[in-house]
T-cell receptor
Framework: EAGVTQFPSHSVIEKGQTVTLRCDPISGHDNLYWYRRVMGKEIKFLLHFVKESKQDESGMPNNRFLAERTGGTYSTLKVQPAELEDSGVYFC??????????????FGNGTRLTVT | AQTVTQSQPEMSVQEAETVTLSCTYD???????LFWYKQPPSRQMILVIR??????QNATENRFSVNFQKAAKSFSLKISDSQLGDAAMYFCAYRSAGMGGSQGNLIFGKGTKLSVKP
């Protein structure tokens, strides 16, 4: 079974530019999550999709961040325009539909975003 | 709001020895789950062990075990017979068991970087 895959693995962009991160969850996993870890700080929840619907987007920092999951398969996270404080590692995770709170999340390798 | 604290930014252990990583949390909830995740360098974060708050018995997975003290809100991870492959960042995480809100909202600590010396 293929795991959660994220593209790109690294991205370096200038302040003001746009970047789009992609996440392919494990096949059959309806739950998809985005998390972010800013250097030296905790990994923070950004949002949660159930299929194509946003279940919870309470962690999205501001309206420069836009997440989509068209068709309920892969998801994209766009940052536009990027700011210096957006630098960090963005993780995607997935879990099966109907999974209980105790079910583990399967994480991708993360995308390391550097904004200069 | 729930918080998770890992007070040891870095730890080191000799191969074959035992090491304990500490984690404390704060919550007003009575039902929740606690996790330890491991992230090796440049690799995916994977689940090491999980504990249900309603279970008094400490979870164990091979060389990994936890010391769950619910009253003290403590959830430490013990790694026995440490191996070179155990070197990684270890994250402690909390997740509410309630049906309201997002069931995926893990709350993480800052992580502990574990080095294993040969």
């Amino acid at each position: 079974e293929a795991g959660v895959t994220q593209f790109p693995s690294h991205s370096v962009i200038e302040k003001g530019q746009t970047v789009t991160l992609r996440c392919d969850p494990i096949s059959g996993h309806d739950n998809l999550y985005w998390y972010r870890r800013v250097m030296g700080k905790e990994i923070k929840f950004l949002l949660h999709f159930v299929k194509e619907s946003k279940q919870d987007e309470s962690g999205m920092p501001n309206n420069r961040f836009l997440a989509e999951r068209t068709g309920g398969t892969y998801s994209t996270l766009k940052v536009q325009p990027a700011e210096l404080e957006d630098s960090g590692v963005y993780f995607c995770a997935s879990s099966q539909v109907g999974s209980l709170s105790g079910s583990p999340l399967h994480f991708g390798n993360g995308t390391r975003l550097t904004v200069t | 709001a729930q918080t998770v604290t890992q007070s040891q930014p870095e730890m080191s252990v000799q191969e074959a020895e035992t090491v304990t990583l500490s984690c404390t949390y704060d919550t007003s909830e009575s039902d929740y789950y606690l996790f330890w995740y491991k992230q090796p360098p440049s690799r995916q974060m994977i689940l090491v062990i999980r504990q249900e708050a309603y279970k008094q018995q400490n979870a164990t997975e091979n060389r990994f075990s936890v010391n769950f003290q619910k009253a003290a809100k403590s959830f430490s991870l013990k790694i026995s017979d440490s191996q070179l492959g155990d070197a990684a960042m270890y994250f402690c995480a909390y997740r509410s068991a309630g049906m309201g809100g997002s069931q995926g909202n893990l709350i993480f600590g800052k992580g502990t970087k574990l080095s294993v010396k040969p």
